[in-house]
């Protein structure tokens, strides 16, 4: 099993920064790749980042491209995501997942432990 406890979500303005933590227990942590999604109210979850185990492969969705960034401390069994130049629609319940291996997964069935979530609001 896998613990996922995400934090650092808020409320800010349109233009802000955030940066979400989402700290890991109970297994090897790096032999998981991590992913971020997010899912605003009345919509799917979607895809926003995911790392590979040493962080050497990243992507994102086109969505977030050159405004978020996703890395990983695998001292400290934590993931991190760098939400930057924010927009209202970014707006959402952003999640970490964690999936064992090497693939970088973009569906979240692929992922088997998640988060309880933490709030991003973006006010215009």
């Known amino acids: 099993q896998v613990q996922l406890v995400e934090s650092g979500g808020g409320l800010v303005q349109a233009g802000g920064s955030l940066r979400l933590s989402c700290a890991a227990s109970g297994r090897t942590f790096s032999n998981y790749a991590m992913g971020w999604f997010r899912q605003a109210p009345g919509k799917e979850r979607e895809f926003v980042a995911v790392?590979?185990?040493?962080?050497?492969?990243?992507y994102y969705a086109d969505s977030v491209k050159g405004r978020f960034t996703i890395s990983r401390d695998n001292a400290k069994n934590t993931v991190y995501l760098h939400l930057t130049s924010l927009k209202p629609e970014d707006t959402a319940n952003y999640y970490c997942?964690?999936?064992?291996?090497?693939?970088?997964?973009?569906?979240?069935?692929?992922?088997?432990?998640w988060g309880q979530g933490t709030q991003v609001t973006v006010s215009s």
């Open positions: 997942a964690a999936r064992y291996g090497a693939t970088l997964a973009h569906v979240p069935d692929e992922y088997s432990y």
């Open positions: 790392i590979s185990w040493y962080g050497g492969r990243i």
